[in-house]
């Protein structure tokens, strides 16, 4: 706990006894050893996805906090994506002695796989791009025979490897981790050693005649993280149950449709709300105990949307342990509209109890979310919410949570569903260490992953590592060689949006197409640079395909070598 934190707790509270709070006691760890990051090679910027919309980019870069939006090329989709993390996994392992030790003395027995927008229906996409990793690797030993054990003992381990695949929108990621930890703790309780991954991927793209104001919002990237004993990187602490929390309410859809319905007001709503109740659940899964934490990465559709949070999450903090310093902020920005009614979550759960009392009396779910969008007293609660974030005492608590490096890498890769908790987790990764100067220790980080439809999971991070063990074991591929002209983004947009099948099943070469694309230079459109990785050349009927792997730009087809 930080001396910050036990000082305040000490004021408000005499009687505040620290042996309440979750210890950091030893104990086996399980978290992530060793973390990898894929994105696209094209971003468009805020200043051109501003000419698209219409919009200021001052709405984009500080109302959002995106900076920049990834997007797949013509030859680039979910599966290259994967390849290039599984890929860069397997580097890792050929280049460090230590980690190789590891892994083979703790082989992958579990590959947890969370996505919401895998294009074959029938099995998970990552399938294939284990293939492509499998191929590429073997054909690096003819280059590097010295390599051959090793490759021979990765490509055994992901070929025996159970692939388990989780779907339930954004919140798929969190779900993926929970359930390799819980699979973790269980293998230990047995004495056995063992490991596992947690991989996550999504493309996040939106017509805007169905989600209006969404498009500003999109993105793409994929995610691998090497769940181990005794982990470098992150512990997913065990003596801390998380909590959980889930409500059919129809925010965000993908009912036969390749791109989402999205209720923006509404989706606002049950985020919060579904997050405020998986917090809860938290709370009264640790009975007796203060749950610290430095930091909190939330899911974030836009990073914005964590600031939003945090909203509720200071308001909540002063209504519970500080009322009276709620009082004097409440006498300069007026009461909190929803404090008669015992706080937002109560005020939800009492909303909905109310429009089901009888056979007679009930709605429908459409209904509901129609008078839940223009619920008078719940706009106002809104609205006050706002008006509290612009108070000093708000920025004083943001600023301790270290939003600007928690959110750095998201903002610069837009919106990625499953993905986007763990681009955070990276980020947090990438300045460790100014975070930890600054908390005093290893940050705790209070991690809420959140579907829409929907869902929330709690869980509690422990991040011990430092600069050096950050730059060994976690590899980001975030290019900007690549900006692209308003223009060419309305051309892949549209193509995007037909669906990833639709948009691949071509006849000509992709990565020849993708070739002839141009980069935004100075105002000047030049030829782009195609990113180094794996890339789609072409896709038959059945779903397979011909892929390449480009290297300092040049492209080699690869062949399928089983």
Same mark, same amino acid.
């Given at each position: 706990m930080s001396t910050h934190d036990r000082q305040y707790f000490e004021q408000i509270d005499p009687a505040f006894n620290e042996k309440h709070v979750a210890p950091r006691e030893e104990r086996t760890a399980i978290g992530i050893n060793t973390m990898v990051v894929a994105t696209p090679g094209l971003y468009i910027d805020a200043s %051109?996805?501003? /000419?698209?919309? $219409? %919009?200021? *980019? @001052?709405?984009? +870069? %500080?109302g959002l906090m995106i900076d920049k939006m990834r997007m797949p090329g013509y030859s680039e989709t979910n599966v290259t994506m994967l390849a290039d993390v599984v890929y860069g996994f397997a580097v890792n392992l050929l280049e460090d002695n230590s980690s190789f030790e590891k892994f083979a003395s703790e082989k992958v027995q579990k590959i947890f796989f969370g996505t919401e927008s895998n294009a074959d229906r029938s099995r998970p996409e990552l399938e294939p791009a284990i293939q492509m990793v499998i191929s590429k690797l073997k054909e690096d030993v003819m280059h590097y025979p010295e390599n051959a054990d090793k490759v021979e003992t990765i490509v055994d381990a992901l070929r025996h490897a159970q692939i388990i695949a989780i779907t339930y929108a954004c919140v798929g990621g969190i779900n993926a981790l929970d359930s390799a930890r819980d699979y973790m703790s269980s293998k230990l309780l047995q004495a056995q050693n063992t490991s596992a991954l947690v991989i996550t991927v999504d493309t996040a793209f939106y017509d805007s005649a169905k989600a209006p104001g969404a498009e500003l919002t999109q993105g793409?990237?994929? #995610?691998?993280?090497?769940?181990?004993k005794n982990p470098k990187l992150v512990e997913i602490v065990s003596n801390i149950s998380s909590g959980s929390y889930h409500i059919a309410l129809s925010d965000f859809t993908k009912f036969g449709s390749e791109t989402p319905v999205v209720h @923006? %007001?509404?989706?606002?709503?049950?985020?919060?709300? !579904?997050?405020? +109740?998986?917090?809860?659940?938290? !709370?009264?899964n640790n009975p007796g105990k203060y749950i610290d934490y430095d930091l909190v990465l939330t899911h974030v559709p836009f990073p914005k949307q964590a600031v939003k949070f945090a909203q509720f999450l200071y308001s909540h903090k002063l209504r519970t342990q500080n009322p009276s310093e709620l009082e004097r902020i409440e006498g300069r920005i007026g009461s909190d509209p929803l404090k008669e009614y015992g706080g937002f979550t109560r005020y939800i759960s009492n909303f909905l109890k109310a429009r089901n009392v009888s056979e007679e009396q009930s709605l429908s779910e459409q209904d509901i979310v129609k008078e839940l969008e223009k619920d008078a007293t719940l706009n106002k609660y809104v609205e006050w919410l706002k008006a509290l974030s612009k108070t000093e005492e708000f920025n004083q608590f943001t600023s301790k949570l270290h939003f600007t490096e928690v959110f750095e890498i998201p903002s610069k890769i837009g919106n990625s569903y499953t993905s986007s908790i763990f681009t955070g987790l990276a980020s947090i990764l990438s300045n460790i260490e100014n975070i930890s100067q600054e908390v005093g220790h290893g940050p705790r980080v209070? #991690? /809420?992953?959140?579907?829409? $439809?929907?869902?929330?999971?709690? #869980?509690?991070?422990?991040?011990?590592?430092?600069k050096q063990t950050v730059? *060994?074991?976690?590899? !980001?591929?975030?290019?900007? *060689?690549n900006p692209i002209s308003a223009e060419l983004y309305k051309a892949l947009h549209l193509a995007h949006i037909t669906g990833d099948a639709h948009r691949t099943l071509v006849d000509n070469d992709l990565v020849k197409r993708d070739a002839l694309l141009t980069r935004l230079v100075g105002g000047v459109e030049v030829p782009i640079k195609l990113s180094d990785g794996f890339h789609l050349i072409n896709r038959h009927t059945?779903? #397979?395909? *011909?892929?390449?792997?480009?290297? +300092?730009?040049?492209?080699?087809?690869?062949?399928?070598?089983?």
């Open positions: %051109q996805m501003a /000419v698209v919309s $219409g %919009q200021p *980019e @001052g709405k984009i +870069r %500080q793409a990237s994929a #995610t691998l993280s090497w769940i181990t @923006g %007001q509404l989706s606002e709503v049950t985020y919060m709300y !579904v997050i405020a +109740r998986a917090l809860e659940s938290m !709370v009264h209070l #991690t /809420v992953g959140y579907g829409s $439809g929907a869902q929330a999971v709690s #869980t509690i991070l422990d991040v011990h590592s430092d730059s *060994e074991n976690l590899r !980001v591929k975030l290019s900007d *060689e059945d779903g #397979t395909g *011909e892929y390449a792997y480009v290297e +300092r730009g040049e492209s080699r087809p690869l062949k399928t070598r089983f």
